[in-house]
């Protein structure tokens, strides 16, 4: 089973509609993450918590919202979805603890807003 | 906005060439560097971690330099399927925020 699951792993769903993508892991990682990934723009980061009780605006927060229901889950909301929000989504999650930064991620959501 | 930067390709080039890419970044505080790779629609994955003293994995170099603030990754003798995007990672300094480049496609061809 992998480590770190998304769902939806693809979702079409109309401007304004309230659309919430989630993702779980089994790592044991305290650190998890949301991105964004448009063509040629590479990876953008939305949101990131180092903890169930610390969350942190990424660069590109405007128009989402974020829930560590728990240290394995991490769900990111879009309230009123718009067009320019359809893009390709990665949750991932990392462990400084390990002595390592790498980041493991999910299989990605593809998310079309029409 | 701290920068990656990296040449977005195409690297168009046959089997068993050798093939370099480069990625500048901004930061001078920034203290991890990796590379990523990722196929077409697919997540990324870890491809290597980049020390200050280089490093190799079989047929991968990556190297950094500080005082220029770039990171390379040099692929000897390409197979195939190395054809996919290669990531440059940047960490910053204290948090660790991982920052992305755009990628660098690599289209190896028969």
């Known amino acids: 089973d992998a480590d770190v699951t998304q769902t939806p792993r693809n979702r079409i769903t109309k401007t304004g509609k309230r659309i919430m993508l989630e993702c779980s892991q089994t790592?044991?990682?305290?650190?998890m993450y949301w991105y964004r990934q448009d063509p040629g723009l590479g990876l953008r980061l939305i949101y990131y918590s180092f903890d169930v009780k610390d969350i942190n605006k990424g660069e590109i927060s405007d128009g989402y919202s974020v829930s560590r229901q728990a240290q394995a889950k991490f769900s990111l909301s879009l309230e009123s979805a718009i067009p320019n929000q359809t893009a390709l989504y990665f949750c991932?999650?990392?462990?400084?603890?390990?002595?390592?930064?790498?980041?493991?991620f999910g299989p990605g959501t593809r998310l079309t807003v029409t | 906005r701290k920068e990656v930067e990296q040449d977005p390709g195409p690297f168009n080039v046959p089997e068993g060439a050798t093939v370099a890419f480069n990625c500048t970044y901004s930061?001078?505080?920034?203290?991890?560097f990796f590379w990523y790779r990722q196929d077409c629609r697919k997540e990324p994955k870890l491809l290597m971690s980049v020390y200050s003293s280089g490093n190799e994995d079989g047929r991968f170099t990556a190297q950094l330099n500080r005082a220029s603030q770039y990171i390379s990754l040099l692929i000897r003798d390409s197979k195939l399927s190395d054809s996919a995007t290669y990531l440059c990672v940047v960490n910053e300094g204290g948090s660790y925020i991982p920052t992305f480049g755009r990628g660098t496609s690599l289209i190896v061809h028969p």
């Open positions: 790592k044991g990682h305290d650190r």
């Open positions: 991932a999650t990392s462990d400084p603890r390990t002595g390592s930064y790498e980041q493991y």
């Open positions: 930061n001078s505080a920034s203290q991890s």
